[in-house]
């Protein structure tokens, strides 16, 4: 264990509690506050590169399996256990395409949209660069079992994570509400599967209580070292990018863990001196799903040095309650009310004078068959960033020359329901539907345009 160089700590300043990187019980939650706590480093105890770039150096020498993952060429940055704990895949092998018919449609220049396509990783989501962090965690300190609740893409990943480094795993996701792709995997790698009466919110509060009163290590991003992993998104576009940084991150906002890990990421590369400028963010909730949208842009919660006003918080989850209020997006990834990163996600906006806004479903998949028709395609939670960048666009908030990085966080396949349906059933613009032809030469020949 780097003992001297990492520790976890508190992220209430009147808290600020510090534990070391052992610890792992009561849902990573701070023992003395309860409040969410951060991984952190003795930053002078890291031997870090002068430069980024010397990062992007090690793939030269990707036989080594640490160099080739996406994650850990970038170790020393996320520098909280020795390699012989630290568990790989082959995750983080992700493309930033720069796009230009998809900058189009949200009205930006040519040479200035790139996409982030985070579906290429070993289960086709982000969610792997946080797994190899966190089971990498997981093995430093012994843990057998392992548990999280879900929309879909961390009970894959964690499934596939979980046999690769044989911990046992259970996943609960709320019945009904998880695209087929997703279920299909956690069963497929052999997680325990338990469907609960219920929504994600529902699952997220059980399976608290479940990791605690059993002492199954949690991965959900409640877990600060899965965010370490997942910091490395931005590692990647910025290394992609020639080392340079773009103006503007785009991501979805559901649990809001990798907005939260984005703006700690941008944060310790400031302080180490290692970028000059830190990008803004925009942090795009479903309309059906929208809780950091109402309480940022209407309710006004801010991070204030981490004094974040709790009761505004506590009066919205009362209403949400009193309203027996259950999310629903098609975007299912995101369909969340109550994410369990909320503060982290202010302290981010807060770093990255971030901006929230909410896209509806029509905008959602509208945005999903442009990126599918000129670019590599992705799930619809990952379209809500085109959707929320081309009303940003519409608004002047960003613009059509500024450089802009989407996040697309998970592969097209993950709901191939949400796609047929936009096609086969005509709803949108950009529908695309399968024509019906008898078994005819002639026919068939006629019908090809
Ligand atoms: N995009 C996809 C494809 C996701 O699966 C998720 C979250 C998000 C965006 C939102 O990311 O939580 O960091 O704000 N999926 C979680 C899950 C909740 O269980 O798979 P976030």
């Given at each position: 264990m780097n003992a001297d160089v990492a520790y976890q700590q508190c992220i209430n300043p009147d808290c600020g509690a510090r534990f070391d990187c052992g610890f792992a019980a009561g849902?990573?939650?701070?023992?003395?506050?309860g409040e969410l706590m951060d991984t952190q480093?003795?930053?002078?105890k890291v031997k870090l590169p002068?430069?980024?770039s010397e990062f992007g150096q090690r793939w030269a020498n990707r036989n080594n399996p640490l160099d080739f993952s996406g994650v850990w060429r970038f170790r020393e940055l996320l520098n909280?256990?020795?390699?012989?704990?630290k568990v790989t895949?082959?995750?983080?092998?992700?493309v930033l395409q720069q796009n230009d018919a998809v900058a189009k449609y949200a009205d930006m220049k040519s040479g200035c949209l790139f996409l982030q396509y985070e579906g290429l990783n070993p289960s086709g989501s982000f969610k792997d660069n946080g797994m190899t962090a966190a089971f990498s965690h997981a093995k430093m300190i012994g843990a057998k079992s392992c548990v999280c609740a879900s929309t879909g893409n961390t009970s894959a990943s964690m499934a596939l994570y979980a046999h690769s480094c044989g911990l046992k795993s259970t996943v609960f996701i709320g019945s009904g509400r998880i695209a087929f792709g997703k279920l299909s995997q956690a069963m497929d790698y052999g997680s325990q599967t338990i469907q609960i009466a219920g929504d994600f919110d529902d699952c997220m509060r059980q399976v608290q209580d479940v990791s605690t009163k059993l002492g199954l290590y949690l991965l959900n991003s409640l877990n600060p070292f899965r965010l370490e992993g997942q910091k490395t998104i931005m590692y990647r576009i910025i290394e992609q990018m020639g080392w340079e940084m773009p103006d503007w991150i785009v991501v979805p906002g559901g649990n809001l863990g990798n907005s939260s890990a984005f703006g700690k990421a941008f944060s310790e590369l400031k302080q180490l001196g290692l970028i000059k400028r830190i990008p803004r963010m925009a942090i795009i909730n479903a309309a059906g799903a929208d809780t950091l949208t109402e309480l940022v842009n209407?309710?006004?919660?801010?991070w204030d040095n981490g004094k974040v006003n709790q009761k505004i918080i506590g009066d919205y989850y009362a209403d949400l309650t009193a309203r027996n209020f259950s999310p629903h997006t098609?975007?299912?990834?995101?369909?969340?009310?109550?994410?369990?990163n909320l503060k982290k996600c202010l302290r981010a906006i807060d770093v990255c004078n971030g901006v929230v806004r909410a896209v509806t479903d029509e905008q959602i998949v509208d945005a999903k068959a442009v990126i599918g028709k000129f670019g590599l395609g992705c799930e619809p939670a990952s379209a809500a960033t085109i959707a929320g960048l081309k009303i940003l666009r519409a608004e002047g908030e960003?613009?059509?020359d500024e450089r802009v990085a989407c996040v697309?966080?998970?592969?097209?396949?993950?709901?191939?329901n949400v796609t047929v349906n936009y096609h086969k059933e005509k709803q949108g613009e950009f529908s695309n539907p399968p024509i019906e032809a008898p078994n005819n030469l002639d026919e068939i020949i006629k019908l090809i345009s």
């Open positions: 849902g990573f939650k701070c023992p003395k506050c480093y003795n930053w002078d002068k430069k980024l909280f256990c020795d390699d012989e704990y895949i082959g995750e983080g092998q992700t209407n309710k006004k919660l801010v098609c975007a299912s990834a995101i369909e969340i009310s109550r994410p369990v960003i613009s059509s697309l966080t998970g592969h097209a396949l993950k709901d191939p």
